[in-house]
């Protein structure tokens, strides 16, 4: 088991390849869609994600942002033809959202052009290493999950 120095060592490492990691998916991102904010394309990839609609306070959690955050996101999605936002005939106080036939479509070849690019990646490493990073990512995700905030202290 490695000891307290070795594991801030390996805290320290991890936490820059999660950082230059984040910053080449941004960079991504940021290269296939100029219409949309990176918070924008978060709400896509939830939204386009789900075989459902989803609440207005569901996509808050999901991005971690306040609701009056949200809603201006939302606002400016609809706005541009990307998403469509309406009240359930059962409780007209609840706001449902859903992708148009144009943010589905966007969504769609992002979503072509994200598992190209990651999938060329993953092809330079050898199929046992494939099933290694996702199964350790797996159990990072895992001990984490129990952990107030997600697993990350303040």
């Given at each position: 088991m490695p000891t307290q120095p070795d594991l801030e060592q390996y805290t320290e490492r991890l936490n820059e390849l999660i950082l230059t990691?984040?910053?080449?998916?941004?960079l991504f991102f940021a290269s296939k869609s100029s219409d949309f904010?990176?918070?924008?394309?978060?709400?896509?990839?939830?939204l386009g994600s789900r075989e459902s609609p989803a609440t207005m306070s569901e996509l808050a959690s999901a991005l971690a942002v306040p609701l009056t955050t949200m809603s201006s996101i939302v606002n400016r999605m609809v706005h541009k033809g990307?998403?469509?936002?309406?009240?359930?005939?059962?409780?007209?106080?609840i706001?449902?959202?859903?992708?148009?036939?144009?943010g589905r479509a966007v969504f769609d070849q992002h979503r072509r052009d994200y598992i190209?690019?990651?999938s060329e990646v993953l092809g330079t490493l050898?199929?046992?290493d494939q099933h290694k990073l996702l199964g350790l990512i797996g159990d990072v995700l895992t001990a984490?999950?129990?952990r107030p905030g997600g697993g990350v202290r303040s």
């Amino acid at each position: 088991m490695p000891t307290q120095p070795d594991l801030e060592q390996y805290t320290e490492r991890l936490n820059e390849l999660i950082l230059t990691i984040g910053q080449r998916l941004l960079l991504f991102f940021a290269s296939k869609s100029s219409d949309f904010t990176l918070r924008e394309m978060f709400v896509l990839e939830v939204l386009g994600s789900r075989e459902s609609p989803a609440t207005m306070s569901e996509l808050a959690s999901a991005l971690a942002v306040p609701l009056t955050t949200m809603s201006s996101i939302v606002n400016r999605m609809v706005h541009k033809g990307y998403l469509e936002r309406y009240r359930t005939e059962e409780d007209r106080r609840i706001v449902l959202v859903r992708l148009s036939a144009a943010g589905r479509a966007v969504f769609d070849q992002h979503r072509r052009d994200y598992i190209r690019s990651v999938s060329e990646v993953l092809g330079t490493l050898s199929s046992e290493d494939q099933h290694k990073l996702l199964g350790l990512i797996g159990d990072v995700l895992t001990a984490m999950s129990g952990r107030p905030g997600g697993g990350v202290r303040s």
